[in-house]
C-alpha cells in the first residue's frame, strides 16, 4: 500500500518533471535569436533543431509504454533524469549546430521518458474521479510552466543574461524531481492483466481505443496548431503575441488545477464535447477579430483546449484499463506526432494564403494577417470536426454505461 507522504512526493516529483519539460519548452524558444546568432544558423537549422525536441518525445514515451512493467516507472525516470541533464549540458557546452540537434534529441527524450512513467504511475496511484483531477492537476504544470519559462527567459534576455545562465535554470527543477523521487515506492497497476503486453495490444484494437486515437490526433492539433501559429498572427493585428501566450497558457494551468469539480460535472465525455465547441469558437474567432477582442479568443481558446490533453490520458486509463501504461503512451505519442505532421501543412496554408493575398494587392503587415487568419479558419475544422465525433462518443458511451448497469441487474 502506497502512503499518503509517498504518494504526495511521487505527485510532486511529477509535477517538477513536467516542469522542466515545459522550461525546455520555453526556455529554449526564448533563447533561440541568441542561439541563431552566435552559431551562426539559418532559420531552417532552428527549426531543424526544435523538431528534435519534438522528435525524442514521443520515441521515449512508446519505448517507455513498452517497458513501463519490466523495467518499471522508477527506472525510466532515472533514464529521464540522465537525458535532461545531458541535453542541457551539452546544449551549454555545443560549439554548433551538429551537437545542438543531440543535445535537444536527448532533452526531447527526457520529457518524453517522464510523459511515459507518470501518466500511468498516477492512474494506479488515484482512481475514478480523483484520478481525472490528479492527472488534470498534474498537466497543470506543461502550461503553468510555460508561464514560468517564459517569464524567466525575458527577464534574463532583458537583463543581458547569456543563453547558457538561463540553460542552467532547467536544471533546478531537474534536480528536485530526482530528489523527491529518490528511495520512494512506486505503486503497483491497478487493472488485472495491464502488465501484459499481449493483454495491452489486444486491448488497443478495440473500438474504443482506435475511436480515442483518432480524436487525439486532432485534439493535440486543435491545442499545439494555434499556438505555434498565433503569435506570428496576433503580431499584425494589434494584440500582444506574448500577452495571449501568457493569457492562454494561465488559463489552462488554473482550468486543470480546478479539473476535479468540472470532470464530476459533466463527465470525461461532456469534458470533451465541451471543450472542442470552447476551442472552436475561440480558433474561429482569432480568424476574424483584431486588436483587444483578441483576448477574447484567447481566453474561448483556453477553456477550449484545456482539459484536452490530461482527460485524454484519463479516458484511455479509464475505458481502456487493459491498454496499460503502453496505451496511455501510444496516445500521448499519436498527439506529439500528429502535431509534427501538421505543422508543414500549416506552413504550407499560411504560404499559398499570402500567395493569394499578395495577388489581391495586399502588402506588408495586412498582407500577414490576412494570409494568418485565413489560416486560423481553417484550423477551426480540426475541432469541428472533434464535436461531431464527441456527441457520437458522449452517447456511445452512455449507451455502454446502461448497458452495463442493466447486465449488473
Known amino acids: ?51 528534435m525536441w519534438f522528435l525524442g518525445f514521443p520515441i521515449s514515451m512508446i519505448i517507455g509504454g513498452l517497458v513501463y512493467h519490466s523495467f518499471g516507472p522508477k527506472n525510466i525516470m532515472r533514464v529521464a533524469f540522465i537525458a535532461h541533464t545531458l541535453g542541457i549540458i551539452l546544449t551549454i557546452y555545443a560549439g554548433g549546430y551538429t551537437l545542438l540537434l543531440i543535445s535537444t534529441l536527448f532533452i526531447g527524450f527526457g520529457n518524453g521518458c517522464t510523459e511515459a512513467a507518470c501518466n500511468p504511475m498516477i492512474a494506479d496511484t488515484y482512481s475514478g474521479v480523483k484520478m481525472n483531477k490528479m492527472l488534470n492537476r498534474f498537466h497543470m504544470w506543461f502550461p503553468g510552466g510555460i508561464v514560468i519559462g517564459s517569464l524567466l527567459s525575458k527577464f534574463m534576455t532583458d537583463a543581458g543574461l547569456s543563453w547558457q545562465v538561463q540553460m542552467w535554470v532547467i536544471m533546478i527543477p531537474t534536480i528536485i524531481y530526482a530528489v523527491l523521487f529518490y528511495g520512494k515506492t512506486f505503486p503497483t497497476p491497478q487493472v488485472a492483466g495491464a502488465t501484459s503486453i499481449v493483454e495491452n495490444l489486444k486491448a488497443m484494437v478495440s473500438l474504443p481505443y482506435i475511436f480515442l486515437f483518432f480524436c487525439m490526433a486532432l485534439t493535440a492539433i486543435s491545442e499545439f496548431g494555434p499556438q505555434q501559429w498565433v503569435g506570428l498572427v496576433m503580431s499584425n493585428s494589434g494584440a500582444s503575441p506574448m500577452l495571449i501566450l501568457a493569457l492562454v497558457t494561465g488559463l489552462m494551468a488554473v482550468g486543470r488545477y480546478f479539473a476535479g469539480p468540472v470532470v464530476q460535472q459533466f463527465g470525461q465525455t461532456g469534458v470533451l464535447l465541451i471543450s472542442a465547441v470552447f476551442a472552436t469558437i475561440g480558433i474561429y474567432l482569432f480568424s476574424v477579430v483584431t486588436g483587444p477582442l483578441a483576448y477574447v479568443a484567447a481566453v474561448c481558446f483556453a477553456i477550449g483546449v484545456c482539459y484536452f490533453w490530461p482527460t485524454m490520458v484519463g479516458a484511455v486509463a479509464q475505458r481502456v484499463p487493459l491498454s496499460g501504461a503502453l496505451g496511455m503512451s501510444i496516445i500521448g505519442g499519436v498527439g506529439m506526432f500528429s502535431s509534427s505532421i501538421f505543422q508543414p501543412i500549416i506552413g504550407r496554408w499560411i504560404d499559398l494564403a499570402r500567395v493569394e493575398s499578395a495577388q489581391s494587392g495586399l502588402t506588408g503587415a495586412e498582407l500577414e494577417l490576412v494570409a494568418g487568419q485565413e489560416t486560423l479558419a481553417k484550423m477551426a475544422s480540426f475541432p469541428a470536426i472533434l464535436i461531431i465525433l464527441f456527441i457520437i462518443f458522449f452517447f456511445w458511451q452512455k449507451k455502454s454505461k446502461t448497458e452495463t448497469a442493466l447486465a449488473a441487474h
Request: neutral net charge; charged residues 10%.
Open 1 to 51: 500500500m502506497t502512503t499518503d507522504v509517498n504518494k504526495s512526493a511521487l505527485f510532486n516529483g511529477s509535477c517538477f518533471a513536467l516542469i522542466t519539460t515545459a522550461f525546455t519548452f520555453a526556455i529554449r524558444a526564448g533563447i533561440l535569436t541568441q542561439l541563431g546568432s552566435q552559431f551562426n544558423l539559418t532559420a531552417e537549422q532552428l527549426g531543424f533543431i526544435n523538431s
